[in-house]
């Protein structure tokens, strides 16, 4: 509820449904509509050698392109596996559906994909950003196991992926060469949303703003064993590494609902988070006189360590 006690229209459920349902809300996370649950999972297969007008419901007849896929697997929950090659497509992450790379195109399984050898990747072509999440819901759509590169976001938007009002899981994908223009992530960007950012190498970004790697603004992320390296931005080259400097020991979640941060070999730094939790500074800027000294000052993000 707002302020005043209503649920405003464009509001979600967890799983994507609107919160009004017949003029009412219902108590908790979900809203029913009166439709059956179904908990059949289906899976839909992609290839490059594949067509739209198959069903991906083997890989025989696997779908040509992601999109069609993710558009086939939203409509009841499930999965998209796909086969190893270059897909050169802009898609939006959708609810209930699940994107997982690093396929041969023979496994029956899920755990027999290997994203490691088998290189599935997702090339924006500089045409805009390579993967949008419009998904409502916390962890309610994911992508895995991907290479996404070669993203140009615009107007705030992140080159690789942009979360808006979407809290997609992001793991085990490879996000570089992409880049960013005004306030904008050049690897991940994300607006309002709750995102789980894992086991990701996010390198060679570029952001016209702060963030090269990564920018959350009016968001509380999850961030942790990740590499994130070599990324550039507005201040200067910004070498993040998360994976030496906050990972290899203990776990960090990054809380706040503001979060934001430049490190790097530059002359300049700031961070911002606002968080009621004690503990927390709010704002933080200053001079580097020696960048390669205090390469590792101002990253200004606390979290906790468990």
């Not at 349902?21 to 297969?45: C, K, L, P, W, Y």
């Not at 419901?57 to 696997?62: Q, T």
């Not at 020696?290 to 993000?301: K, N």
């Amino acid at each position: 509820m707002d302020a005043n006690g209503a649920a405003q229209p464009d509001w979600f459920d967890v799983d994507g449904q609107s919160r009004i349902q017949n003029a009412t809300v219902d108590v908790g996370a979900d809203e029913f509509d009166g439709t059956a649950i179904s908990h059949t999972a289906i899976v839909i297969r992609v290839s490059p050698s594949g067509n739209d007008a198959n069903t991906g419901s083997d890989w025989a007849l696997a779908k040509r392109t992601i999109q069609a896929a993710i558009d086939a697997a939203t409509t009841s929950g499930g999965e998209v596996w796909i086969a190893a090659g270059t897909y050169n497509e802009r898609i939006t992450l959708k609810s209930r559906a699940f994107l997982y790379g690093g396929f041969a195109g023979t496994e029956s399984a899920r755990e027999e994909r290997d994203w490691a050898l088998r290189t599935t990747i997702l090339d924006g072509n500089a045409l805009g950003t390579v993967v949008r999440a419009l998904a409502p819901g916390y962890g309610s759509s994911g992508i895995d196991g991907l290479t996404i590169r070669n993203g140009k976001g615009n107007d705030g938007i992140g080159g690789g992926i942009y979360c808006s009002k979407s809290s997609p899981v992001i793991s085990n994908n490879i996000i570089t060469g992409n880049s960013g223009v005004g306030n904008a992530g050049g690897g991940i960007s994300c607006f309002g949303s709750s995102p789980r950012i894992t086991n990701n190498t996010i390198t060679v970004n570029n952001s016209g703003s702060s963030g090269g790697g990564i920018a959350c603004y009016n968001s509380s992320a999850m961030i942790f064993n990740n590499t994130i390296s070599a990324n550039t931005s507005a201040h200067g080259f910004e070498y993040v590494n998360l994976q030496a400097g906050l990972d290899v020991r203990s776990r960090s979640e990054i809380y706040g609902v503001f979060v934001s941060w430049s490190l790097g070999k530059y002359t300049k730094y700031s961070s911002s988070v606002e968080s009621d939790l004690p503990g927390f500074s709010k704002e933080e800027s200053g001079s580097i006189e020696d960048p390669q000294t205090h390469s590792w000052l101002g990253i200004g993000v606390r979290g906790t360590f468990e």
